[in-house]
């Protein structure tokens, strides 16, 4: 089917609110961000706890994972930027420059340099082999909020609240700006580099051209007014996934633009962090003080009790 239509388990986080949940690199591993400073490194296949990273001063609003799973990078409210040795669970460097919280956290391709987007306005770019605590690069494009990030071998996608999508091309140092009329909160590159998903704060996602800017297909039905809520596309890139401010997940035909799957969590009221697995059709959401594990039904057998 190509969706993730069963719940397979629920993790008790114990982190108070679970502000951020991302699959590793390649899937087997994922991690959790919560509001009690926290970041913790899961079986989600076994629901087992394997470590605990602790370090932020305030709440961790992202955790993202290398190519290789050795390190974890994590940022949140205390406006700092950690770089974590995931063995020993040791923190290997600590960034700080931004005013503001920093909302997102992104390793380039190498997974050398870790940029950071902040309240502040900023991306940041910061040398994870360096000693020095100046960022290497700051992008100052944005009026407002930067929300979210996305990375390719050779372009940083961001999205703000001043309703702009921009993508720098590193290669040849252009940025192209477009304005989608509406504040972004999410912004994924499709996986074949060609468009760009876009979550929008008027209760629309938009899936625009790259290169033209031009909106391609719009996916509505979910409800997103007032907070950062995730989207993602799946493992084929045939749905569109969004979480939701009515405790469900929404998912679309990407192509034909109607929902293919609502996915209810119950007891909670807002759905806010997806993360899809790099090449199953598996899924992660975090809502409130927990998270979940959906699976296809076609899966089950594949990911059961081996993992």
């Known amino acids: 089917m190509g969706y993730p239509n069963i719940l397979k388990s629920q993790l008790t986080c114990k982190q108070g609110a679970v502000r951020t949940i991302s699959f590793n690199f390649d899937g087997n591993y994922c991690m959790t961000g919560g509001s009690d400073k926290s970041i913790k490194l899961w079986n989600p296949f076994k629901s087992s706890l394997l470590k605990t990273y602790m370090g932020h001063g305030y709440e961790v609003l992202d955790v993202q994972s290398s190519a290789d799973s050795s390190h974890i990078a994590s940022g949140g409210m205390d406006k700092s930027i950690f770089y974590w040795d995931v063995s020993t669970a040791q923190i290997v460097r600590k960034f700080r420059g931004h005013a503001g919280y920093v909302n997102a956290i992104k390793f380039n391709e190498e997974s050398t340099v870790i940029l950071s987007a902040s309240v502040d306005n900023t991306v940041c770019g910061w040398d994870c082999r360096s000693k020095s605590r100046e960022p290497i690069q700051v992008l100052r494009d944005a009026k407002d909020s930067v929300t979210s990030l996305s990375v390719s071998d050779y372009e940083i996608l961001?999205?703000?609240?001043?309703?702009?999508?921009?993508?720098?091309?590193?290669?040849?140092?252009?940025?192209?700006q477009d304005n989608l009329s509406s504040s972004v909160n999410c912004v994924n590159f499709t996986k074949d580099g060609q468009c760009v998903l876009a979550s929008c704060l008027d209760n629309t996602l938009r899936l625009t051209d790259k290169e033209g800017g031009e909106v391609l297909s719009e996916y509505i039905g979910h409800k997103n007014e007032r907070y950062r809520i995730e989207s993602c596309l799946n493992d084929t890139d045939s749905l569109v996934v969004s979480g939701s401010e009515d405790g469900c997940v929404?998912?679309?035909?990407?192509?034909?633009?109607?929902i293919k799957e609502t996915l209810k969590h119950e007891r909670h009221k807002?759905?806010?962090?997806?993360?899809?697995?790099?090449?199953?059709?598996?899924?992660?959401?975090?809502?409130?003080?927990?998270?979940y594990l959906w699976i296809d039904s076609s899966e089950i057998s594949d990911v059961g009790d081996d993992n």
């Open 158 to 176: 961001t999205a703000s609240l001043d309703c702009c999508i921009r993508r720098y091309d590193m290669r040849k140092g252009l940025l192209c």
């Open 250 to 258: 929404y998912m679309w035909d990407l192509i034909e633009g109607s």
């Open 270 to 291: 807002v759905v806010h962090s997806i993360s899809f697995h790099p090449s199953k059709p598996i899924m992660l959401t975090a809502a409130e003080a927990d998270a």
